[in-house]
Structures are given as C-alpha cells and as structure tokens.
C-alpha cells in the first residue's frame, strides 16, 4: 500500500543533543512538508520541499533542518537550538506541488526531553 | 496573526443529528479549503476540499459551504455519528512564492458525537 511511514513514533532528547526524525514516501509525490503540533494548536508549518535538492523555510524553522536528498526521503533534524521541542511531528506529501491537492500524513512521531 | 480560525474548540451532537463546525479565514488570498478529520496519535486525514470559485461542494454525508464575501467556510456533517467523534481541522491554502503552494490550519474543533 501507499503511504507516508514516520520513525520513530516516539523519541527522546537530552539537552543538547540533536535528533533526526525520519519521513519516507512511496506516492511518488514531488512535494513533502513537516508541520508540529502543540496542544490545543492547529499545525505549524516547519520546512517544505517542491523538489529534489530544493526547500524552503515555513513559519516556524529556526530550531530546525532538512535535507531532500531523494523524491521519498525528507528527513527533519530538531538541534539543540530549538529550546522547545516537546511536541507531535507530522510529516505531509501531496503531488501538484500542492495547489488544490490534499496533503497525506503521516502517524507522527511524539518527541520529549528527557 | 491567525489566518485561519476555528472560534469553537469543541461540538458535541447527538447521533443523528446534524454537526456544523465552522471556520473564519482573513487572507484573501486563499484559493482552496480543505477539512481534515484528526484521531488522537494519529495523522490528520483529508475528508473534503472547496475550491474559492465554488460555493458548495458535497461527499456523501459531508458538505462544506464557502461564503468568500464573509470569509467564512463551514462543515455539515449529516447524519453525525459517534465515528466522527475526532479533531477537525479547517485549512487554506495559498500561493507561497515561485511554484510553491502552502497550507495555514486552524486550531482544530474537537467533535463529540453521543449515541
């Protein structure tokens, strides 16, 4: 089956440390998006990638880094930098680039500090 | 700023009955709307969109309604039932620079159906 696959579905960080949550898809889509979830909050959009090689800071990147290395793969890196990471990790894909197409999520992946 | 606001954070409806969730958006600039339904530990899941040239769009027992003058969209689901008790969230999406689309969301309206 086709689908989004999100690992791990829970992680825990040490202060100071860099963890890498991982993103893969096999729809063929161009487009993958990472977004954070607080509670009571809608999704905030972290980084998005269009294309291979290629992405683009959303409205809450600092704290945070990608790479789209390959079409299935968009791997998100939380850095020590980012001083409140406790939260729900969505990835998304869509094909279009997004316009007028719906995105398809992951399960997500919970992160806490220890 | 919020862009796209969901003003209820939480419905509960009797089964049966009809379940309105409504959404409230100040960029016009927005071209499509989507709802989403959302289990808890789970991934959002897409349920149904609306195009801004449009005013209704139906599937099955969901229906949204867009008002563009109002900036106001809303979702009708009929009849509820205790299955669509979850997280629903309103998005829009909009023009993002280059060939780059994005999606803002709303908090989310928590729905509770009651048999």
């Known amino acids: 089956d086709g689908g989004i696959t999100q690992s791990p579905k829970y992680l825990f960080r040490k202060e100071g440390q860099n963890v890498t949550l991982s993103c893969e898809q096999n729809l063929n889509h161009d487009a993958m998006y990472w977004y954070r979830q607080d509670p009571g909050q809608g999704l905030r959009l972290i980084y998005y990638?269009?294309?291979?090689?290629?992405?683009q800071k959303g409205d809450i990147a600092e704290g945070y880094s990608v790479s789209r290395e390959k079409k299935e793969s968009f791997p998100l890196t939380v850095t020590s930098a980012q001083k409140n990471p406790t939260a729900f990790y969505l990835c998304?894909?869509?094909?279009?680039?997004?316009?007028?197409?719906?995105?398809?999520f992951g399960d997500g992946t919970r992160l806490s500090i220890l | 700023d919020q862009q796209v606001k969901q003003n209820s954070p939480s419905l509960s409806v009797q089964e049966g009955r009809i379940s309105i969730l409504n959404c409230d958006y100040t960029n016009s600039m927005f071209d499509y709307f989507l709802w989403y339904k959302k289990y808890p530990a789970e991934g959002p899941t897409f349920l149904i969109s609306i195009s801004s040239i449009k005013d209704k769009n139906e599937d099955g027992r969901f229906t949204v309604f867009l008002n563009k003058s109002a900036k106001h969209l809303s979702l009708h689901i009929v009849p509820s039932q205790p299955g669509d008790s979850a997280v629903y969230f309103c998005?829009?999406?909009?023009?993002?620079?280059?060939?780059?689309?994005?999606?803002?969301f709303g908090k989310g309206t928590l729905l509770t159906v009651n048999p």
């Open positions: 990638s269009q294309i291979v090689n290629d992405f």
């Open positions: 998304a894909s869509t094909s279009d680039r997004g316009h007028g197409q719906p995105q398809h």
């Open positions: 998005a829009a999406s909009a023009y993002s620079g280059g060939s780059n689309y994005k999606l803002t």
